[in-house]
Nanobody, 124 residues
Framework: QVQLVESGGGLAQPGGSLRLSCASS????????MGWFRQAPGKAREGVAYISKGDESTYYGDSVKGRFTISRDSARNVVYLQMIDLKPEDPAVYYC?????????????????WGQGTQVTVSS
């Protein structure tokens, strides 16, 4: 069983930046695809980004393209989400997850393993 622990959330000003981290542990099965999704109050879950192991191919949701960058340190089992130019529509609880890549494009079902989430707030 994989455990995922997020950190790095908090308060940023519009146009500011934050970096989220997700540490994975507890399983000998390689977590091939890891990524992030977010959920704001009253809204559906939204896939933010994922990164594959090996070729490190990536995917970004349309709303974050060009602003967010996902990366991973496979040796340390850590995945990062660098967020810049934060906008008023970005606040949400951000969750790290390991799941099939297709799921991140529409995370409407209960698939994979998720972390407990970290709150991101954008306010001046």
């Amino acid at each position: 069983q994989v455990q995922l622990v997020e950190s790095g959330g908090g308060l940023a000003q519009p146009g500011g930046s934050l970096r989220l981290s997700c540490a994975s542990s507890g399983s000998t099965v390689p977590t091939y695809v890891m990524g992030w999704f977010r959920q704001a109050p009253g809204k559906a879950r939204e896939g933010v980004a994922y990164i594959s192991k090996g070729d490190e191919s990536t995917y970004y949701g349309d709303s974050v393209k060009g602003r967010f960058t996902i990366s991973r340190d496979s040796a340390r089992n850590v995945v990062y989400l660098q967020m810049i130019d934060l906008k008023p529509e970005d606040p949400a609880v951000y969750y790290c997850a390991t799941a099939p890549s297709w799921w991140f494009r529409n995370p409407s079902t209960l698939v994979g393993t998720w972390g407990q989430g970290t709150q991101v707030t954008v306010s001046s």
